[in-house]
């Protein structure tokens, strides 16, 4: 069956800079070596080498399954790293000898029953700063097929929710705030409906049909400042988000006499108390910095494109899950945020390779592979998106 696809637009420009990346993907990271590479490397005619790569080989068991994977010298790098960080079996075998990860990384390419998915990991530096710094471009690429058959329920609701998605994030007159509320607020009620049993493609059309007045009505309540987040709730989002940040090395320009550092109380009004001072702190370090920001909102806009569709929302969300999907982008999206109003506050004003540095570092700490699943299992509030996603109007 004919499919739509994507193509993220930066992947045409991306090549890999080598031993010039500030932040070596062969670094501190599980790099698992697929079946494939495991045999070619059995069967070498060259007994030294083969022995050289089969020393590399360590074996794990994950998930009782059994998983072969790189061995890391004392520093956490990939043993094959060279003096001048690059591979060695590239230098010596060529690129078809490299693990599948480390000849297609940071590329990914996904498909469901509607859509092919082509694009980049925002956790590598170059492909972050591609993406985030080619404003002349649109995101994504879109090709769609001249006949295209919707098979389910669930491929239709898909492909009504990404065709608004599209609409939506072309549309630079909103603030980011805006388009993320919008969103959260949209699947929120979504959910609300499938809880009663209500929700059908009568139920989603009609709501895609008032969207284009539901987003502007939210502009303007927003930009009047009539619909506001509720402080404690905002705060206790935001604190959780403090502590994911720092439990992952984020968030370094956080003073420790920070009031988002601060130790919660055990009695509960009390807590709500510190929670709306968290609050107030997170407004504070936005709005001072508004000036030195709001000049690279266009490529935060990008890195929000980019990253929801990267965890599949709305074309093929995770465990057919549009919350976790939503949630899988905001929470390193928000961090990111965050990290932004830091250090604009700490040096007194930003230049472009801070927004990129601050992307793929939040990216490589916490979006790459399953680490947000993993944060969202330990944080399961994250997940009650209905009680709490007004705090996405501070964004």
Same mark, same amino acid.
């Given at each position: 069956m004919n499919k739509i696809e994507y193509h993220l637009a930066a992947r045409n420009s991306f090549?890999?800079?080598?031993?010039?990346?500030?932040?070596?993907?062969?670094?501190?990271?599980?790099?698992?070596?697929?079946?494939?590479?495991?045999?070619?490397?059995?069967?070498? #005619?060259?007994e030294d080498e083969r022995a050289?790569?089969?020393?590399?080989?360590?074996?794990? &068991?994950?998930?009782?399954?059994? &998983?072969?994977?790189?061995?890391?010298?004392?520093?956490?790098?990939?043993?094959?790293?060279?003096?001048?960080?690059?591979?060695?079996?590239?230098?010596?075998?060529?690129? #078809?000898?490299m693990p599948a990860v480390c000849r297609t990384y940071p590329r990914v390419?996904?498909?469901?029953?509607?859509?092919?998915?082509?694009?980049?990991?925002?956790?590598?530096?170059?492909?972050?700063?591609?993406?985030?710094?080619? &404003?002349?471009?649109?995101?994504?690429?879109?090709?769609?097929?001249?006949?295209?058959?919707?098979?389910?329920?669930?491929?239709?609701?898909?492909?009504?929710?990404?065709?608004? /998605?599209?609409?939506v994030m072309a549309e630079p007159k909103y603030r980011l705030a805006t388009r993320v509320f919008f969103f959260a607020d949209f699947i929120v009620q979504l959910a609300r409906h499938a809880m009663q049993n209500q929700l059908s493609l009568a139920v989603l059309n009609k709501a895609i049909a008032n969207s284009k007045n539901e987003l502007y009505q939210l502009g303007v309540r927003i930009k009047e400042r009539?619909?506001?987040?509720?402080?404690?709730?905002?705060?206790? /989002?935001?604190?959780?988000?403090?502590r994911i940040g720092r439990g992952k090395g984020?968030?370094?320009?956080?003073?420790?006499?920070?009031?988002l550092l601060i130790e919660l109380s055990d009695d509960p009004s009390?807590?709500?108390e510190q929670y709306a001072a968290i609050h107030t702190e997170v407004q504070r370090l936005r709005?001072?910095?508004?000036?030195?920001?709001?000049?690279?909102?266009?490529? /935060?806009?990008?890195?929000?494109? #980019?990253?929801?569709?990267?965890?599949g929302f709305p074309w093929n969300p995770v465990v057919n899950n549009y919350v976790v999907s939503f949630m899988r982008a905001i929470v390193p999206f928000s961090l990111a945020r965050l990290g932004l109003w830091l250090r604009a506050e700490q040096q007194g004003g930003l230049q472009e390779q801070d927004v990129v540095q601050i992307t793929y570092q939040t990216e490589r700490s916490i979006s790459h592979s399953d680490q947000v699943i993993s944060i969202l299992e330990r944080n399961p509030r994250l997940l009650e998106m209905d009680q709490y996603y007004h705090a996405f109007l501070d964004l």
């Amino acid at each position: 069956m004919n499919k739509i696809e994507y193509h993220l637009a930066a992947r045409n420009s991306f090549a890999c800079i080598g031993n010039e990346c500030p932040a070596t993907c062969c670094f501190n990271w599980k790099i698992v070596i697929d079946p494939e590479a495991y045999q070619q490397w059995q069967t070498l #005619a060259d007994e030294d080498e083969r022995a050289r790569l089969l020393g590399a080989v360590s074996k794990s &068991v994950e998930n009782n399954q059994d &998983v072969l994977l790189m061995k890391k010298d004392a520093s956490g790098y990939c043993c094959m790293l060279t003096s001048d960080s690059l591979c060695s079996i590239q230098q010596r075998d060529g690129e #078809a000898m490299m693990p599948a990860v480390c000849r297609t990384y940071p590329r990914v390419n996904r498909t469901s029953s509607l859509y092919a998915f082509n694009s980049l990991s925002l956790s590598c530096p170059e492909a972050a700063r591609h993406v985030l710094l080619g &404003v002349s471009e649109p995101v994504f690429r879109k090709v769609s097929p001249r006949q295209l058959n919707i098979l389910t329920d669930d491929d239709q609701i898909r492909y009504a929710l990404t065709e608004l /998605f599209d609409r939506v994030m072309a549309e630079p007159k909103y603030r980011l705030a805006t388009r993320v509320f919008f969103f959260a607020d949209f699947i929120v009620q979504l959910a609300r409906h499938a809880m009663q049993n209500q929700l059908s493609l009568a139920v989603l059309n009609k709501a895609i049909a008032n969207s284009k007045n539901e987003l502007y009505q939210l502009g303007v309540r927003i930009k009047e400042r009539r619909l506001r987040a509720i402080p404690a709730v905002a705060g206790s /989002f935001w604190y959780s988000l403090v502590r994911i940040g720092r439990g992952k090395g984020l968030l370094s320009e956080l003073d420790a006499a920070s009031p988002l550092l601060i130790e919660l109380s055990d009695d509960p009004s009390i807590r709500a108390e510190q929670y709306a001072a968290i609050h107030t702190e997170v407004q504070r370090l936005r709005d001072t910095t508004l000036a030195a920001c709001s000049a690279y909102d266009a490529n /935060f806009s990008r890195y929000l494109h #980019a990253s929801l569709m990267y965890h599949g929302f709305p074309w093929n969300p995770v465990v057919n899950n549009y919350v976790v999907s939503f949630m899988r982008a905001i929470v390193p999206f928000s961090l990111a945020r965050l990290g932004l109003w830091l250090r604009a506050e700490q040096q007194g004003g930003l230049q472009e390779q801070d927004v990129v540095q601050i992307t793929y570092q939040t990216e490589r700490s916490i979006s790459h592979s399953d680490q947000v699943i993993s944060i969202l299992e330990r944080n399961p509030r994250l997940l009650e998106m209905d009680q709490y996603y007004h705090a996405f109007l501070d964004l």
